[in-house]
Each structure stands twice: as C-alpha cells, then as structure tokens.
C-alpha cells in the first residue's frame, strides 16, 4: 500500500511539474531560467511533501515515522527526476552549444552554412556574454563596475562544477 | 528503509564498477560508453537480493505483524528511486566522456580562482577552436552533419533532433539559447 502510495504520488508530482514548468516558462527571462527551476523545484517538492503528510495522517492514518520516511523517499524521487531533466533534456535543448550550432545549420539548410557565415552569428563572444548573463541572473556571479566575482560562497551549481572537474579528470586521466 | 537502502548500496558498487572498468579498458585505449550496461546487471542483482529481503521480511510479518519503518515494504520504490539515480549518473557522466567543458563551469571556476576577473579577461580564457570547430567536427563524425563545398549541411539525424529540439523549444517558447 505504502510503495504504491509512494510511487504514484511522485509521478503524479513529476508530471504536474513537467505541465506546469512548460506554461510558466514561456513567460520568464532565459536568462533567469536555472534561478527559476531550482525555486520551483523547490517550491513544488516542499508542497507535495506538505499534501503528502496530511494526506498520509488523514486518510491513511500512518505513524509519524512512515510518513517522514515516505516523504524523504518521495524528495529524492522527485528532486532525483528533476537533476536529470534538468542535466539532460532542458539543459542540452536550452544551453548547449552543439544544439546551438545544429540550429544555425538547420535555418540554413538549402543553401548551407559556411564556416564564417557561422562564427559570424555564434562566436566565443556570444557564448560568454550568454552564459554570464544566466549566471547573473542565477545569482552565481555578480557584476559591478565591468568586474564579475562570485555572488554566493555556497551554490550547488559550484558543486556540481567540482564533481565533473573530478569526473573530467578520473574520465581522462589515462586516455 | 531497508529497501532503500540496499538499493542505494548496490547503486554506489556499481558507480564504482563502472568507474573502475573504464579507467581500466582507456588504460588499454578502449573507450567505451558501454560500461553503462553494468548498470543493467545492477538492476538484476538489486531485484534478486530485494525480492530476498522481501522473503525475509514476510515471513518476520508472521512472527510480528506490525510492520516497522525499517521494513515498510517499499520494493517497487526502491527500484523506481535506483532507475532515477542510475539516470542521474549517465547524464552526469556523459558530459565528462565526451570531453565537452561545461562553458559556465569553466567561467565559475576562473572566477572563483581569481576572486574578481574582467569581460575581456573572461573571454580570452576562451577561443573558438575550443568552442566551436571541435564540436563541430565531433557531430560530423557523430554524422549529424557533413560538409560539403566548404558549407555545412544536416544529415537526416541531424534534421530529425532538430525537430525534436524545435518542438520542445517551441512548448517553452524560448528564442535566447546556447
């Protein structure tokens, strides 16, 4: 009763998250967008946990210590699910470079592209004012006077940059 | 608990696994993204020892009835949350494997490093031979693209992951990307 409880309540959770994110994200800033997931993903996991221990109390009249532990599961399902859309098909459609340069290809695809038709339009200059721009706008760098420094001591995104420097270089180490 | 426990344990053996088995076949230069399949076999064992503790966990219901949070039958969840972490880790692995440098993390950590970094001084860490041309000829090996008569085209998987990415962009309505 519980698993089942447990697994249907994170996809419905899961599935709210994926319709909802698609009609509120057509009104925010790109250059807001990681700042917004994050809070939202937030937001939403802390209300499900909220519905979930009432409705646990209420209509199944669980014991405190199941419903903490089935609301725990249910976070690391949901935040879980979220890592990976976030990393795989919202960061590689929205930020990646590869997609990007496939874009540019594509509007052009009767006549071609040439190489410099390309660095024309997308260069490393366009590449870093994007990326400084969302990390502005994430809150990871601030910006004063034409100097960057970083805005927050402790961020998540900064972790997850040091284990993929520690992936990149156990990935690479001996190739 | 116990559930998940044990399928977070056989989650971590077989992230070392697989870290293991491809530091050693690159060691013999064969890089290969099919290590991933461990993580397959890692299913296998992690329904054959749940479906034990299941066992086990039955017959104790019969001595005591009253099922405590240590052995709250969480069996389907427990696969659920190991398919969700094993999802996380391949798309966290690929990224490295690919040799792509994240261009934000590279950025965080000069910034981080020198403590205060100017636009010009950001951007000359930079150049478009790192950006540009070696994703370039990474998808047309990949034949995503070919070129021809010094301009480049799409191959067809090329134009069909353009249709997807174009209709998922679209739902989002976004226009600023890369």
């Known amino acids: 009763m519980a698993d089942q409880y447990l697994i249907l309540f994170s ?14 994200f057509r009104y925010i800033e790109s250059s807001q967008v990681m700042k917004w997931i994050v809070n939202f993903a937030l937001i939403q996991g802390l209300i499900g946990i909220i519905v979930s221990t009432l ?17 725990f599961i249910f976070l690391l399902i949901f935040w879980g699910f979220i890592i990976s859309y976030v990393l795989s098909l919202f960061g590689i459609t929205i930020t990646s470079i590869r997609i990007q340069l496939l874009s540019l290809i594509c509007a052009r695809q009767q006549e071609g592209l ?23 706008g994430a809150g ?11 805005a927050k001591p402790f961020s998540l995104f900064l972790w997850h940059t040091y284990l993929l420097v520690i992936m990149h270089k156990l990935l690479h180490q001996t190739s | 608990m116990i559930y998940i426990l044990t399928s977070f344990l056989i989650f971590i053996v077989t ?27 890692g299913l296998i064992v992690n329904i054959l020892i749940l479906v034990n503790i299941k066992s086990i966990v039955l017959y104790r219901t019969f001595i005591q009835p009253q099922p405590s949070w240590w052995t709250l039958d969480l069996f389907w969840s427990s696969i659920f949350l190991y398919l969700i972490f094993t999802l996380d880790y391949i798309v966290f692995f690929t990224s490295p494997y690919i040799g792509d440098e994240s261009p934000s993390s590279k950025i965080l950590l000069h910034v981080k490093a020198k403590k205060k970094m100017t636009y010009q001084e950001i951007e000359r860490k930079f150049s478009d031979k790192d950006l540009i041309d070696k994703r370039l000829s990474d998808m047309r090996r990949s034949k995503l693209l070919i070129k021809s008569n010094s301009k480049y085209f799409l191959l067809p998987k090329g134009l069909l992951l353009m249709r997807i990415i174009s209709f998922y962009r679209n739902l989002l309505g976004w226009k600023l990307l890369g």
């Open chain 1, 55 to 71: 409705w646990q109390k209420i209509i199944y009249q669980r014991a405190w210590e199941n419903i903490l532990l089935l609301d």
């Open chain 1, 140 to 150: 990871e760098i601030s910006s004063s006077g034409g100097v960057y420094q970083i």
């Open chain 1, 114 to 136: 040439s190489y410099s038709e390309l660095i024309k339009k997308y260069n490393k200059r366009s590449i870093v004012k994007t990326r400084l721009a969302r990390l502005i």
């Open chain 1, 11 to 24: 996809i419905i959770n899961i599935l709210f998250f994926l319709v909802l994110h698609i009609i509120i």
């Open chain 2, 15 to 41: 992230v070392a696994l697989q870290l293991c088995l491809h530091i050693i076949l690159v060691k013999y230069h064969y890089k290969t993204y099919k290590t991933i399949t461990l993580f397959l076999l």
